[in-house]
Every structure is written in structure tokens, then in C-alpha cells.
Nanobody, 127 residues
Framework: QLQLVESGGGLVQPGGSLRLSCAASGFTLDYYAIGWFRQAPGKEREGVSVISSSGGHTNYADSVKGRFTISRDNAKNTVYLQMNSLKPEDTAVYYC????????????????????WGQGTQVTVSS
């Protein structure tokens, strides 16, 4: 069974940090671009960051540039999202998604481009 599982969410104070993990089972992430998305209550799902299957190219939403870092460890079949200097407006359910684009620098941005999705992990930034 092909599955993505997010972990690492939780409650953190403004200015704090969290590291989200996206682990794959049933398939290898080596051939997939991986995106992180988030969805706050009453809002549409929005792209946060994406890393190419090659690992050499990344994109970030303007709202998280300089604070979030995406990385991948293919040996562990896991992609990470390091989130620093968190703000209350970062509060959302965070999802990872995989798009099959082997040996590519392509970074898909649209929700519809992705083949597999995780169930999401809640991130709450509040004092």
C-alpha cells in the first residue's frame, strides 16, 4: 500500500521551531518531487514549499521564505520541513504530497499535479 505519513506537528509558541517529517511506505521517494502544503480553517490549501526529485531545486512561498527549509533524505525515504520563527499565521494542517517526476528539477506547484497525499499534521502557533 502506497502511503505518505506526516509527523512532527504540535503546539508551539510564536518564534519557536518545529520540524515536520514526511515518510513514505510502499514506494521510494527518490523519483518524486515532494511538496508541503497547508490549510487553515476556512481557507484554501496553499503551497508552502517543494523540492525536486533531484533534490537540487526548491521553491518556497513568499510567506515562509527565510524561515522554512525543505530537505530530503532518500536513504531514509523521508522529506523534512524545518520551520523556524513560527508565527500565529502559520497555524494550519500541513500536508505532504508526492508527484512522480524522476531525475528532474521540476517543482510542481498545483495541488492537482500531485499523485499521493498524506493525512496531514496539525501545527498550532499560539502563546
Amino acid at each position: 500500500q502506497l502511503q505518505l505519513v506526516e509527523s512532527g506537528g504540535g503546539l508551539v509558541q510564536p518564534g519557536g521551531s518545529l520540524r515536520l517529517s514526511c515518510a513514505a511506505s510502499g514506494f521510494t521517494l527518490d523519483y518524486y518531487a515532494i511538496g508541503w502544503f497547508r490549510q487553515a480553517p476556512g481557507k484554501e490549501r496553499e503551497g508552502v514549499s517543494v523540492i525536486s526529485s533531484s533534490g537540487g531545486h526548491t521553491n518556497y512561498a513568499d510567506s515562509v521564505k527565510g524561515r522554512f527549509t525543505i530537505s530530503r533524505d532518500n536513504a531514509k525515504n523521508t522529506v523534512y520541513l524545518q520551520m523556524n520563527s513560527l508565527k500565529p499565521e502559520d497555524t494550519a494542517v500541513y500536508y505532504c504530497a508526492a508527484d512522480y517526476t524522476p531525475y528532474s528539477d521540476y517543482r510542481p506547484v498545483r495541488v492537482g499535479e500531485y499523485d499521493y497525499w498524506g493525512q496531514g499534521t496539525q501545527v498550532t502557533v499560539s502563546s
